[in-house]
Each structure stands twice: as C-alpha cells, then as structure tokens.
C-alpha cells in the first residue's frame, strides 16, 4: 500500500542527505509529534495543503511512500476534529521507502 506525505522540499533535501526523513508536519517533528501525518489518497493531501499550507511559500514536493518498506507502525487515525482517518507513521520515514517525489502544484 502506498501512501502520501507533503513535505517542505527543504525538508525532503536534507533527509534525502541523512538517509530518513523526520518531520511530522509544517513546523513540527517526529519526536514532538510522536508520528509522521500521512494521507490515503490525493483528496486527503489537497485537504491537508488547503487548510495547513496555504501561507507556506518554500516549494512543496509530495512523497510517495510504499508502506512496507517503512520497518515502523502506520496506524488509520481519526485525528481530533476531522472526519475521515488518516494514516499516521510511527516512527521516521527511511529514504528507501519513498518511491516517488514529486513537486506539489497548487
């Protein structure tokens, strides 16, 4: 199963250097945030740029993830005031697991 994470590309570029990617999401981490937010599909992820990213002007990329080759957790969530699940990676993001990286277009 795949699944979908939209990071700063600044991000991605230095995890693509340290060889795993530790950010939860814009402006937080792994270690503050305890999972890494993911999305199931394209619907998700354009949601997740609309109600979080909007003032965000660095470049955006999009990674493809293949779930089993993360070697952590990805648990379905209801995050608190949402209404569909979401998947939530328990633990960092190797590099190898991502399998596609894509520019993020508005």
Not at 53 to 80: H, K
Request: aromatic share 8%.
């Amino acid at each position: 199963m795949t699944i979908l994470h939209l990071a700063l590309a600044g991000d991605w570029a230095e995890a693509a250097r340290a060889g795993e990617y530790r950010v939860s999401t814009l402006g937080r981490t792994l270690a503050e945030e305890g999972f890494i937010h993911a999305c199931a599909d394209l619907d998700q992820l354009r949601g997740v740029a609309e109600r979080y990213y909007t003032g965000v002007t660095e470049p955006l990329v999009v990674l493809t993830v293949d779930q089993g080759r993360l070697g952590c957790p990805v648990l379905l969530e209801v995050p608190p005031g949402a209404e569909e699940a979401f998947p939530h990676i328990y633990g960092p993001l190797p590099v190898e697991a991502v399998v596609s990286v894509s520019p993020f277009a508005r």
